[in-house]
C-alpha cells in the first residue's frame, strides 16, 4: 500500500524534534504541522516573515491576510511574529533554521535536488528553495516515488535545474524512508504492505537495502 500525502507528512513529523525551528516547503511539507506531537515545542518558519506557524486553519476559519510562502491560510500559535522578507532570509542564511522540508520534483543518489523548474512548464519558480539548501544542515525531502508515468524520482543525476547539490539527508516518499548515504539511497523503511523489491523497482539510484528492512510506524 503507497502512504497519501497526509501520511508522508505523519511519518517526517517524527523527525521533528523539541525546540526545533523548521521551514516548510510548498505541497506535502505544509502538512507536516497539523502532525507534530502536542508535547513538544516547534517553531515554523515562512520565508514570506512568519514565526510560529500552526496548523492549517479548518473550513471557514480562514484568514486571508495570514499566510505562508505558498500562499495558503495558516494558523498562528501563540507568541508568532511577522516580519519582512529581508529579516526573515537572514534567519535562514544564518543558519537558524535546524529542519527544512522540501518538496522535490528529482533527487539524486548523491543528495542533489531538482524542485523549482521544468522547462517549457509553467511553475511557481524558486521562491526561497535556493537560499534554504544552501544554508540548511538538515534536509529532509517529501515527494512521490514515481512520477505520473512511472518513472523513478530516485535517480543516479538529476535531469531537470538543481536547485542544490549534495545536500538532501533523508527521503520520504509513499513507498520508502531512504538516507542518503556515500552515493546511494539506503532503505530505512518501507511503507505498510510494500515490499522491497517495489522499492527496488521504482528507485533508478544505487539502493543499498540492509538486511532487515522494517515497516513504517505512524
Same mark, same amino acid.
Given at each position: 500500500?503507497?502512504?497519501?500525502?497526509?501520511?508522508?507528512?505523519?511519518?517526517?513529523?517524527?523527525?521533528?524534534?523539541?525546540?526545533?525551528?523548521?521551514?516548510?516547503?510548498?505541497?506535502?511539507?505544509?502538512?507536516?504541522?497539523?502532525?507534530?506531537?502536542?508535547?513538544?515545542?516547534?517553531?515554523?518558519?515562512?520565508?514570506?516573515? &512568519?514565526? *510560529? !506557524? #500552526?496548523?492549517?486553519?479548518?473550513?471557514?476559519?480562514?484568514?486571508?491576510?495570514? %499566510?505562508? $510562502?505558498?500562499?495558503? +491560510?495558516?494558523?498562528?500559535?501563540?507568541?508568532?511574529?511577522?516580519?519582512?522578507?529581508?529579516?526573515?532570509?537572514?534567519?535562514?542564511?544564518?543558519?537558524?533554521?535546524?529542519?527544512?522540508?522540501?518538496?522535490?520534483?528529482?533527487?539524486?543518489?548523491?543528495?542533489?535536488?531538482?524542485?523549482?523548474?521544468?522547462?517549457?512548464?509553467? &511553475?511557481? *519558480? !524558486? #521562491?526561497?528553495?535556493?537560499?534554504?539548501?544552501?544554508?540548511?544542515?538538515?534536509? %529532509?525531502? $517529501?515527494?512521490?516515488? +514515481?512520477?505520473?508515468?512511472?518513472?523513478?524520482?530516485?535517480?543516479?543525476?538529476?535531469?531537470?535545474?538543481?536547485?542544490?547539490?549534495?545536500?538532501?539527508?533523508?527521503?520520504?516518499?509513499?513507498?520508502?524512508?531512504?538516507?542518503?548515504?556515500?552515493?546511494?539511497?539506503?532503505?530505512?523503511?518501507?511503507?505498510?504492505?510494500?515490499? &522491497?523489491?517495489?522499492?527496488?523497482?521504482?528507485?533508478?539510484?544505487?539502493?543499498?537495502?540492509?538486511?532487515?528492512?522494517?515497516?513504517?510506524?505512524?
Amino acid at each position: 500500500m503507497s502512504l497519501s500525502k497526509e501520511q508522508i507528512a505523519q511519518r517526517i513529523a517524527k523527525e521533528v524534534k523539541d525546540g526545533y525551528y523548521v521551514n516548510l516547503g510548498i505541497g506535502i511539507p505544509t502538512l507536516v504541522a497539523n502532525f507534530v506531537r502536542d508535547d513538544i515545542s516547534v517553531e515554523f518558519q515562512s520565508e514570506n516573515g &512568519v514565526l *510560529g !506557524m #500552526g496548523p492549517f486553519p479548518f473550513e471557514g476559519e480562514e484568514d486571508a491576510d495570514v %499566510i505562508n $510562502a505558498g500562499k495558503q +491560510t495558516i494558523t498562528t500559535l501563540p507568541g508568532a511574529s511577522f516580519f519582512d522578507s529581508a529579516l526573515s532570509f537572514s534567519m535562514i542564511r544564518g543558519q537558524h533554521v535546524d529542519l527544512t522540508i522540501l518538496g522535490a520534483m528529482e533527487v539524486a543518489e548523491n543528495g542533489d535536488i531538482a524542485n523549482w523548474k521544468i522547462p517549457g512548464k509553467m &511553475v511557481k *519558480g !524558486m #521562491g526561497g528553495a535556493m537560499d534554504l539548501v544552501a544554508s540548511a544542515e538538515n534536509i %529532509i525531502v $517529501a515527494m512521490m516515488h +514515481t512520477n505520473k508515468a512511472g518513472q523513478s524520482k530516485l535517480l543516479k543525476t538529476c535531469s531537470l535545474p538543481l536547485t542544490g547539490v549534495g545536500c538532501v539527508k533523508k527521503v520520504v516518499t509513499n513507498l520508502a524512508v531512504l538516507e542518503i548515504q556515500d552515493g546511494s539511497f539506503v532503505l530505512l523503511e518501507r511503507a505498510p504492505g510494500v515490499s &522491497v523489491e517495489d522499492i527496488k523497482a521504482a528507485t533508478e539510484g544505487n539502493l543499498k537495502v540492509p538486511a532487515e528492512v522494517p515497516e513504517m510506524k505512524f
